[in-house]
């Protein structure tokens, strides 16, 4: 809308003012006029709008305190005190400029009395912050009705087709679908379901032989066989596990200005993989990479499992120590991140230094937290922050090994606030908990004696923390259909979206409570619904009302992630290692950090095994193709179309030397015609057999090159296979 | 080069869909015209600059030290200061400048001393004094510069100019970004959210890597010209057959240009960024040859080649960070130090080959500085005012527009915020912020959305 536009509404009820208590102010005399020529105005004609209490407020312009006239709004300042005939507020009252305020011209002498007023230095007694300029806080009052506070109910949605819906899943999404008018179109032919099915689960295409199995398996439950089987492979945790490291900022080296190795990283990741693997129930997930150092251990080795996951706390790239007050600080302000933002999808980062502009957060909740990390040690090795003297040590680990992690301090001890975030400017101390507009009778109570680590992680995890399912299952979502049904999934608070279904949201985070914090289960329920089996296709109705594919009236087609494209490169090549990595390239390199950036070029290894590496060029192929900023916690990654990425899959040595191997791979089916091979090669390549048409359009381009004497034809063919948009794109 | 005979055959409906968008799938089909989404558009106006160089510094450099001059700053040392809103630092006390400023050119347009070179082109130099913005912190500023917004992800500014204008030079990227930090929202402040992939930037380097050490990998096919042409063309029918079975797909359009693009950038970026083909008098000129200009030396120098040669939009990020909270008497002059000579000889080198007319140059950062110290070697973020100059492109020169305050606090004279700045830039280069929309999900999004006032004050 543009200003001009504002509907400035003519309402008396304001006239039923506030009447401020005052103290006897300064300006007597121009009070006296603020309140008998100008606040009446205001509440009558302005408020609507311009007021903390307007439901939206208009060009970010607050006029209900002091603080917010002089503020302005959006395209600035309104009033320069004392030339009324600068200010925009009167160019506004005149309607002798952009903005025309309020759309009925008020009477020429009230505008007359603005500006006497403004001339006058535009006297005013209200007191009180403007609040952030066009966006409301929430307050903790908000926040006991905001959506994502509120625990997760069970609703029952009511749809008329219900012969499509095969499950609950389902009938939530057709419920909203038919609200919009729109139909699900059909279902996805079986070869593209398995290469779905194939790269969401393990990111790996399926070999001809799967495919064999699969088109052939007539049997009814074919697609759950096919999903169990890849959930139980060991590729499932290299997928899923990827998906978790985004969030955890793994790295295997420091960053920042001191860029060294975090040689013992690796065992961190390893674990990851594994509990992906194992299942590990979410809620315990969580609690051992918060507090698996509290934890009990049956055994050593679960000992060892344990501290390996509070690694996730101590990866954090970290600011050089020499001459850096804030050093423990900067620690700690990344473990509070990654923690709310990884568990909660809130971030709390931002009241380090004032209270959270928008969401319930103050200063004093945040280091309410702080107070719980400054209570424990960051356990990063050696070798970070050395330049400042600072080397922590590790967890020492049953086999010899050493882990990153955290451990509890000898003394727990409460933080105090400090000023605008700097050490040196301490304030009141705060005892050691978590942010208020969480705490509820279900959250646990610290032991005052000890870091309150523990309690953290039961806070986190309790069944009863409204988030932590939502922004679990929200997730798994995304992985499965290329958007979350809250489509901001690192931010759960006012800026955040709000979901697209909150019904099934709320329904799918019961479900994986209830099915105790499975993600494996999960993820199954939703690979047997309908709307998952759904194809890509295009329907020109449906288009027109939700482009986005908000209702998932059809599957969104998905660019793979980088690890799946490079990871499919391999297979089809036939030179992929389907083991895992033992230990990390980074550990491997020697101590001098040259070449790091270099250190996995050779490794035909899956793409999570990698050299990780921060501050320096990541495996080309990966950076192209949109791999998660390691710095950060990343919750959805970006996918960019660029023009270096093309000439990487036609020009690259990597990409020219696989084509090669994918040929050679070709020429070894003797028996094969040229038809059969390019057949072959589809199935190999794009999970399905070759059209007419390719088939067609692939002799041709073979007898040209034939006729040309080229000698690479068919590697020069199979690598148009490997750059083609069909092999980035699952549908 | 890749030929685009077979291409051209098997063009079909997925090009361009959003400009079929009114008649169905089948009329869209037969309207078989390949829709090059990048091809010359006309402007909605005669356009003042015909393309843009855009030279960003992150961090957010302090104005009353470089471009803002307050003389009351000065007197007013030390006095305590009562700010609320987008500036930080309340209660804190003014601290002076420790530079003076020197009335430059013709036109005696004040310019800190750290800018011996640069002062020489005062004349040229808009000083925009007035600007503001919403948000006193890093991310979101610099996506409100690059994006307008910051809350949710929008089509960069030089992808709005390339769907407003298309690209002069079909062999090259339309808008090219050199060593965008890969922070502070990242690819978004140069990505095409949902506008055609085609229309985001092509990024050369990145931040905290010099830009010898850019490079746009892989431009070299191990096949014959011909073998490679032949190649492509069996690619991009794939591609195409894909696209014409999926109908809506921007995904595979986007993958479709990168090829087409990509296979003529072989040829064509190689010789750009190549600046040893300059002569030793031009390398010395702009600081190139060692030395703390020859980082921004090279960038400039490659942004005016690369503009040159038809290139609409480039952007080149000041290889620093100008988040000055300490330090700022040494850390001030190295930044300037870094730049000065660069954009001297940029404006002056434009100016000699009659390009400064129609290139507009923009600097500037995501928001400034407070006049009053944090510490007392140091400024605080302050989005309330700071500065940002414009050249050439039809502006007026040796002109300050817009003012602060006596102290340089707040933007008071001609505010002038991010959504108008957009809207001035799209004004010079002949497009109506207003009328520049794009239907996405049944809204027509804009640039500047409900904002945006042009400055047509500063129009030459």
């Known amino acids: ?731 | 080069m890749f030929s685009r005979r077979n291409f051209l055959k098997t063009a079909s409906c997925g090009f361009g869909y959003m400009a079929f968008a009114g008649l169905s799938t089948e009329q869209a089909a037969k309207a078989s015209t390949y829709q090059n989404p990048l091809a010359p558009k006309t402007p909605h106006f005669p356009a003042r600059a015909k393309r843009i160089i855009f030279l960003c510094m992150r961090g957010g450099p302090t104005h009353v030290d470089t471009f803002d001059y307050k003389p009351a700053l000065y007197r007013d040392h030390g006095r305590s200061v009562s700010v609320q809103g987008t500036e930080r630092g309340n209660g804190r006390t003014l601290l002076k400048s420790p530079w003076r400023f020197i009335p430059s050119g013709q036109s005696g347009l004040p310019i800190s001393e750290l800018f011996p070179h640069l002062s020489h082109q005062a004349d040229d130099i808009c000083l925009l004094n007035s600007l503001n913005t919403s948000v006193p912190n890093h991310p979101q500023s610099f996506l409100m510069m690059h994006t307008g917004e910051f809350r949710f992800t929008r089509p960069s500014m030089g992808a709005w100019v390339m769907y407003g204008l298309g690209s002069e030079n079909q062999n090259l990227p339309g808008y090219i970004t050199v060593s965008p930090p890969a922070d502070l929202g990242g690819a978004q402040n140069f990505g095409n959210a949902f506008l055609p992939a085609s229309y985001q930037a092509t990024r050369i380097g990145e931040q905290g890597t010099a830009v010898t050490q850019a490079r746009v990998g892989n431009l070299s096919s191990p096949l014959s010209q011909s073998a490679q042409r032949r190649q492509l063309d069996l690619l991009q029918e794939m591609n195409q057959d894909l696209l014409q079975r999926s109908q809506v797909n921007p995904g595979v359009e986007g993958v479709i240009n990168s090829y087409e693009l990509g296979f003529r950038m072989q040829t064509s970026l190689p010789e750009l960024m190549d600046i040893s083909r300059e002569s030793q008098r031009t390398k010395d000129q702009y600081g190139i040859g060692g030395g703390p200009t020859d980082d921004f030396g090279r960038q400039c120098l490659m942004a005016r080649r690369l503009s040159e040669a038809g290139v609409r939009f480039v952007e080149v990020c000041h290889n620093a960070n100008w988040d000055t909270h300490g330090g700022l008497t040494t850390r001030v002059p190295q930044l300037c130090r870094q730049i000065d000579q660069p954009m001297g000889a940029l404006l002056a080198d434009l100016k000699s080959r009659g390009m400064l007319e129609d290139t507009l140059v923009m600097w500037g950062g995501e928001f400034g500085r407070t006049p009053h110290g944090q510490g007392n070697d140091g400024r605080d973020h302050n989005a309330a005012g700071f500065s940002m100059w414009l050249a050439g492109g039809g502006v007026k020169g040796g002109i300050r527009y817009g003012a602060t305050d006596e102290h340089g606090i707040r933007a008071v004279v001609n505010p002038m915020h991010h959504h108008d700045l957009h809207a001035t830039v799209l004004h010079l280069m002949g497009i109506d912020h207003q009328r520049l929309v794009y239907r996405y999900g049944g809204r027509d999004y804009s640039l500047t959305d409900i904002h945006g006032n042009v400055a047509t004050g500063i129009m030459a």
């Open chain 1, 1 to 731: 809308m543009r200003k001009q536009a504002y509907v400035v509404a003519l309402i008396a009820v304001a006239l039923a003012l506030p009447c401020p208590v005052q103290a006897q102010p300064k300006n007597s005399k121009g009070i006296e006029f603020f309140e008998a020529k100008i606040r009446p105005v205001l509440a009558t004609h302005c408020y609507e709008c311009h007021s903390a209490k307007s439901t939206k407020v208009k060009g970010g312009l607050l006029l209900d305190t002091k603080a917010g006239v002089l503020a302005g709004g959006d395209d600035g300042p309104v009033v320069v005190l004392g030339k009324s005939n600068s200010s925009s507020l009167i160019k506004a009252l005149r309607h002798d400029g952009p903005s025309k305020m309020p759309k009925n011209k008020l009477p020429d002498s009230v505008i007359q009395d603005f500006v006497e007023w403004i001339a006058m230095g535009a006297p005013d007694p209200r007191e009180g912050q403007a609040a952030t300029k066009g966006y409301k806080t929430m307050t903790l009052e908000d926040a006991k009705s905001f959506w994502a506070f509120q625990p997760p109910k069970k609703t029952e949605p009511s749809v008329k087709n219900g012969a499509w819906a095969k499950a609950p899943i389902d009938r939530f999404l057709l419920a909203r679908m038919e609200t919009k008018g729109l139909k699900p179109v059909a279902d996805a032919d079986r070869y593209t379901l398995l290469r779905r099915v194939h790269f969401d689960l393990v990111g790996l295409p399926p070999t001809v032989d799967e495919i064999e199995t699969f088109i052939n398996d007539k049997s009814a439950d074919a697609v759950e066989k096919l999903v169990d089987r890849l959930l139980a492979s060991k590729h499932f945790g290299e997928r899923w596990g990827r998906h978790w490291l985004d969030i955890a900022r793994y790295a295997e080296t420091n960053g920042n200005a001191d860029n060294v190795p975090f040689p013992q990283a690796y065992r961190y990741r390893d674990y990851v993989i594994d509990a992906v693997n194992r299942d590990t129930p979410y809620d315990r997930f969580i609690m051992e990479q918060i507090a698996g150092d509290l934890l009990p251990a049956a055994n050593a080795k679960e000992k060892d499992n344990n501290l390996t996951a509070t690694g996730f706390l101590a990866l954090t790239s970290k600011p050089r120590a020499q001459n850096n007050p804030d050093f423990k600080f900067d620690l700690i302000a990344d473990q509070i991140d990654v923690t709310t933002r990884a568990v909660l999808a809130m971030s709390v980062m931002c009241a380090r230094c004032h209270d959270h502009k928008f969401d319930p957060i103050s200063t004093k909740d945040y280091y309410a937290m702080a107070g719980i990390f400054d209570s424990s040690i960051m356990l990063f090795g050696n070798n970070a922050g050395k330049k400042g003297g600072k080397a922590t040590g590790y967890h020492a680990l049953s086999d010899g090994g050493e882990a990153m992690g955290i451990r509890d301090a000898v003394n727990a001890v409460d933080c105090s606030v400090l000023v605008r975030g700097d050490a040196k400017q301490p304030s009141v101390k705060v005892p050691r908990g978590f942010p208020t507009a969480l705490v509820q009778e279900w959250t646990p109570k610290l032991n005052r004696a000890k870091s309150g680590r523990l309690e953290m992680a039961q806070w986190l995890t309790a069944k009863e923390n409204p988030l932590t399912a939502r922004v679990a299952v929200n997730r798994i979502w995304m992985h499965l259909f290329g958007q979350g049904l809250v489509r901001s999934p690192d931010n759960f608070g006012s800026l955040g979206e709000t979901p697209t279904h909150p019904e099934l949201l709320d329904y799918l985070a019961i479900r994986f409570i209830e099915n105790g914090w499975s993600t494996k289960k999960m993820i199954k329920e939703i690979m047997l619904t309908r709307a998952y089996q759904i194809s890509g296709k295009h329907d020109e109705t449906n288009y027109k009302i939700d482009p986005d594919t908000m209702m998932v009236w059809r599957m969104p087609t998905r660019r793979l992630e980088a690890e799946a494209i490079r990871d499919a490169v391999l297979t089809v090549s036939g030179k992929l290692n389907r083991e895992p990595l033992k230990g990390s390239m980074v550990g491997q390199l020697p101590k001098k950090k040259k070449g790091i950036g270099t250190a996995s070029d050779d490794s035909n290894h899956r793409s999570i095994y990698l050299a990780m590496v921060r501050g320096a060029p990541l495996p080309e192929i990966l950076a192209l193709f949109d791999i998660a900023n390691p710095n950060l916690v990343v919750a959805q990654r970006e996918v960019t179309t660029v023009p270096a990425q093309a000439l990487f899959m036609i020009n690259s040595p990597f990409a020219n030397a696989h084509a090669k191997s994918f040929a050679q791979r070709l020429e070894a089916y003797s028996s094969l015609d040229d038809a059969g091979k390019i057949n072959l090669a589809y199935l190999i390549a794009l999970g399905r057999p070759a059209s007419d048409a390719d088939r067609t359009r692939s002799l041709n381009f073979l007898r040209e090159a034939g006729k040309a004497g080229e000698s690479q034809a068919w590697a020069s063919f199979c690598q148009t296979l490997l750059a083609s948009a069909e092999f980035r794109y699952v549908q």
